[in-house]
């Protein structure tokens, strides 16, 4: 079955940086566009960041571009995002997901979901 696994969560003060991980099984991960979501407490699920099955081509939110990075390494099983000058803003469980339809920038076209990762940036 598929199974994402998120980690690299914590705590960071404003201006920091971490560095998310997600570890894919169950299903061929090279032949899947994957993303990164986020949900804020009383706030919908939103879109971060997306990146094609080859990694080539890559997706931002307009709020993270230029200090997030999403790579993916497939002989690994594994994604990335790299999150730098973090702000308050950026607070919130960040999830891995395997998409059903591309280009996938939205919640609904993800099937698959890890269980989060929670993200705290202190002001």
């Known amino acids: 079955q598929v199974q994402l696994v998120e980690s690299g969560g914590g705590l960071v003060q404003a201006g920091g940086s971490l560095r998310l991980s997600c570890a894919a099984s169950g299903f061929t991960f090279s032949s899947y566009a994957m993303g990164w979501l986020r949900q804020a407490p009383g706030k919908e699920r939103e879109f971060v960041a997306a990146i094609m099955n080859t990694g080539t081509l890559k997706y931002y939110t307009n709020s993270v571009k230029g200090r997030f990075t999403i790579s993916r390494d497939n002989a690994k099983n594994m994604m990335y995002l790299q999150m730098n000058s973090l702000k308050p803003d950026d607070t919130a469980v960040y999830y891995c997901?395997?998409?059903?339809?591309?280009?996938?920038?939205?919640?609904?076209?993800?099937?698959?979901w890890g269980q989060g990762t929670q993200v705290t940036v202190s002001s």
């Open positions: 997901a395997k998409s059903r339809s591309v280009p996938p920038m939205r919640a609904g076209d993800y099937d698959y």
